[in-house]
């Protein structure tokens, strides 16, 4: 692992001290003296922890009298939602072109991702890119390997149990219990990924007609799910600087009744948003109040670069909390094993798993519980996290030097994509077709709601190495839309 050097040290504890508020926006941090003194540094590493911090963005260096912090870097950069319509429920329609980006291997990627798959290794620079974060996966590999290698006799003509290997879910409630959730290996539910656990949940929790709320803009996926299962949809407003707009939802819980609300706490796609501290309460007390299951995507939380947000689950008292989950972003997609942990809709949920799925892959299941058992998960998340958090940097840096004037974008701490604003004149939807055709696969803001909105939006990863070709493909759709 690459060694920490003490500006990077001190860089960290700052960035902490300054999203847990230890120093407001407008507060000056300690002056340069005092940190040499405190933290026993020098001053030129405390100078270039404070420059790295001005260059985020997130202080400003005032004359003779020190560094102040700067209202976040999201606040100032990204694009604010109109919070004050919410429109009637209404059935959804999804756009055709989520199945094409996803038959294109590009959901989080501007270049079909599987054409990068098919070259050949030493002509891939991706996967030369990746080497060193490589180990991980290599780790996980072996580790399945050995589960699969070690079947003996007729296990392989057994189906797992309907609620999965009882050893994941223990690892997997042992894990939740650090972030707050006091709960047992038998109130998880093993799933074939997120979406499945999204979609048991709504199964669960909604019949055909029932209102949901979701966040707006917000993750096709679930807008796909609602579409599939004859269920209405009410759009909450949601900014990539506060999230879901509690208020917006109380007063729409007023006026039509509401029986699920899908919300993505930590570092939603497409904004990015985390959602603050009040907002997470508050969505608590009107679940409370209006008798909502508050269905829980927790798919981005292991995905924090100043650390990881406790669930929703955590402070859920009544069991109407669902929390949904799995290993496509925090380790691999092709793993397609993720959980639910439903509360009071449990057995439900059980039972509809074993319909719908009658059992997961045991060998695989093993294989993770021991990878997270040996550590081997921990390990690869602190890489993984540094890298993307570095990738977001290169993504902003470029955007910012390189893309049009007038965009406006979200800087997360966490997850893996950034939401644009682009000028009002801009439609992405009708941009996609002549994108592909330049070989650039994008992913257009309107497919994050089913109103009319968000045509000037786009939604860009950082999940991949901003590679040269990313840069020329980034430069070539610049030309498309200011076309
Ligand atoms: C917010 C969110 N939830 C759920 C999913 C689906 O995840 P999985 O691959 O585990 O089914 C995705 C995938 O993009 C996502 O972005």
Redesign the pocket.
Known sequence: MSREYRYQQLETWLLEGIAGQRWGVGERLPSVRDMCLEQQLSKATVLHAYQRLEARGLVEARPKSGYFVLPSIASRAAPLIDTSAVVAPSPVTVSDVVMDIMSRGA??DILSGLQNERLPAHKNTESRYLEANNAGITALNRSIGRALRSQTGSAHQYYDEPAGDSELREQLAQRYRRYGCERSAEDYCI????????FLALMASCQRGDIVAVESP??Y??LQLLEQLGLQVVEIPSSSVAGLDADALESALQQWNIRACVV?PAY??PTGANLPLATRKKLLVLAEQYDLALIE?D??GELGFLGRPDPLKAEDKSGRVIL??????SLS?DL???WIDAGRWHHQVKRLKLVTLLASSRFVQQGLASFLKDGGYDTYLRRQREQLRQQRDQLVEFLDKHWLADVRFSVPEGG??MWLQLSEEVDTLSAYGVALSKGVVITPGSLFSSTDNYRNCLRLSFLHPLTTTRKDALKTLMGVISH
């Open positions: 959901a989080f799933t074939a990924g997120c979406q499945q656990s999204l917000g993750f996926g679930v993505t939603a796609t995507d798919i981005y949904c989950s799995s290993f496509s972003k997609r397609r094993i993720g893996v994509a």
